[in-house]
């Protein structure tokens, strides 16, 4: 990925920053950023179904837009912020099955965003010392169980910043979505907690700096917490709010959510009580219940495996092909356009040796188009 592409990028994203969903869709079609702009001019030639409003924006003047990335990329390299846009191996793969996906994110920290499991947890503000309890609980575990899992949340007050607290103290990775630039933090009584999470987990915005945390940008990142993660568990809730907003858009986007049950006599837990009896969430109670409810128990298995030094013999009997994707996929995971251009086997015909790999039980599909290998 050039430094050009990371331009046109960020600049494009600026331009249609209040229509994600359209400018996603023209990515799509486009190929990249620099394409939309040398399109400019003739964008329906790309996306006949672009409306005249789109047409007009992106036929504007980008001279100040890209004025704008320049500066922005320069902060970020001497802030150490990575910037990731689509087409990036590092760019959080399962966000590209969102229809509305960040054309650009700033990331500062250690952890993978493609990671085997990632959890988002969200909840209310409001949080009671059953929420964290449960949270203390669930958090520890899964770390036993599944030592790469990654734990996701606002930062906000409430559920989100007791999961972060509770994944450091267990020793789990954990990521923050912000609704405002790197260049602050809200609430600044978290800045200790955010800190800590640049070293084990990291920080992610689609917002540039000198971007204040407004209303709005909350509930548009939102869109991002529970896109980047396998599932959304929603710890305590209100009747109504934000984290019932991010569990709905999780489910739009296919993912599962799960709710931890509580007292009808607890406002905290109206929401998720609500959400549990009308089916669109899972009732959750332990660490067990949600890798059941995902199907990791392979992965967890592995895991006490590796505790009690038990070595699992997995590689023969293997064609050349499958052999060759093998040894790839034990470096990383990977992308299927990836494998291709690696192994240079046509797409149709690796998808046949994925399928085959995944049927032996040695290659797990991922969100995003990405393949890992079941060690």
């Not at 099955?97 to 990331?107: E, F, N």
């Not at 989100?160 to 509770?166: K, L, P, S």
């Not at 392979?298 to 006490?304: A, D, R, V």
């Amino acid at each position: 990925m050039t430094d050009n592409s990371i331009l046109y990028s960020i600049a494009y994203q600026r331009l249609t920053f209040h229509y994600p969903q359209m400018a996603a869709c023209l990515l799509n079609e486009a190929g990249s950023a620099s394409s939309v702009y040398e399109n400019r001019h003739d964008i329906r030639s790309v996306l006949p179904e672009a409306s005249d409003g789109l047409c007009r924006m992106l036929a504007g003047n980008w001279d100040a837009e890209r004025q704008r990335a320049e500066k922005e990329i320069e902060w970020c390299a001497k802030n150490k912020i990575r910037v990731l846009v689509p087409g990036m191996d590092d760019y959080p793969q399962r966000l590209l099955t969102c229809a509305d996906y960040p054309v650009a994110l700033y990331y500062r920290g250690t952890a993978n965003l493609n990671a085997q499991q990632i959890i988002s947890v969200v909840g209310t503000r409001q949080s009671t010392t059953y929420g964290h309890d449960f949270l203390a609980h669930l958090v520890s575990d899964l770390h036993q169980m599944l030592p790469e899992a990654i734990i996701v949340s606002g930062l906000a007050y409430g559920i989100d910043v007791c999961a972060h607290r509770e994944a450091l103290s267990a020793g789990a990775e954990t990521i923050g979505v912000l609704a405002h630039g790197l260049d602050t933090m809200y609430p600044a009584a978290h800045r200790n907690v955010a800190a800590q999470m640049l070293k084990q987990g990291g920080l992610l915005t689609e917002y540039m700096s000198e971007t204040p945390g407004e209303r709005q940008n909350f509930l548009r990142r939102n869109r991002i917490v529970a896109g980047i993660a396998d599932c959304t568990v929603v710890v305590e809730s209100m009747s109504h709010g934000g984290s019932l907003v991010t569990a709905g858009i999780a489910l739009d986007y296919g993912r599962e959510v799960m709710a931890l049950p509580g007292s009808i006599n607890n406002k905290s837990s109206e929401g998720c009580n609500r959400i549990i009896r009308s089916h669109q969430a899972t009732l959750i109670t332990s660490a067990q219940d949600l890798i059941d409810t995902m199907g990791w128990q392979t992965e967890q298995l592995k895991t006490e495996c590796r505790a009690h030094g038990i070595q699992t013999q997995m590689f023969h009997d293997l064609t050349a092909d499958q052999q060759m994707i093998v040894n790839l996929l034990q470096e990383s995971d990977m992308q299927i356009n990836t494998l291709s251009r690696n192994t240079q086997i046509q797409i149709g015909r690796l998808t046949a040796v994925l399928f085959e790999l995944e049927m032996k039980g040695l290659v797990k599909p991922l969100a995003g188009g990405m393949y890992h290998l079941i060690k």
